[in-house]
């Protein structure tokens, strides 16, 4: 599990980061709001831990602009601030769960949990954009009431664009977490492009409304673009 960690106190950021990789979590760390979000930009997290005061861009900004954009990943939001007022505003703004400084780690580290296995129990099976249905569980994937064809690795690329439906993925992103090789080299980048080619012909041709997307520099992105 990926889990993005924003907390500008440095003893705490130790802290918590060093528990919860001894309990098998990956952990990024960001110091302030910025580096936050410039964090969540570049790959995708499981779960999202979130200071409210950070430096410049604070928690509350940062978690809007995320709910905003569309994603969905769980977010638990710690403060010192523990008014009623203020456990209010942070779930408005799209907090999953509020913890209040100071915390104890092992209830941090179960909060975490449980919104894991909240996720996990309300992903849709099946997901729909347009006329494509990708089913997760049976791992097939129809276009038009027709099935596709796809290889496991074809499958595994979908599914995730279709995840991240109208977000744009980068091939950094698509090495890590479908290809599973987190030291992105040349020839890999090859191997992305040329999947996503087949993926696009198989899903595409012969379909007015497009699906598949380059996002020029950057990677692609899976959304309804009507001709």
Known sequence: MKLLLVEDDLKTAQAVANGLKAAGFKVVVARTGNDGH???????????????????????????TLRAAGRKMPVLVLTARDTLED?????????????????????????????????????????????????LESREARRGGESIALTPREFELLAYLVRHKELTVTRAMLAKDVWREPHRATPINNVIDVHVAHLRRKVDDGHRTKLIHTVRGVGFTLREERP
């Open 38 to 64: 410039e964090a969540s930009q570049r790959e995708d997290y499981d779960v999202i831990v979130l200071d409210w005061m950070l430096p410049g861009r604070d928690g509350i900004e940062l978690l809007r």
């Open 87 to 135: 456990r209010v505003l942070g779930l408005e703004s799209g907090a999953d769960d509020y913890l209040v400084k100071p915390f104890a780690f092992a209830e941090l580290l179960a909060r975490i949990k449980a919104l894991l296995r909240r996720a996990g129990d309300f992903e849709p099976l099946r997901k729909r954009v347009a006329d494509l249905v990708v089913d």
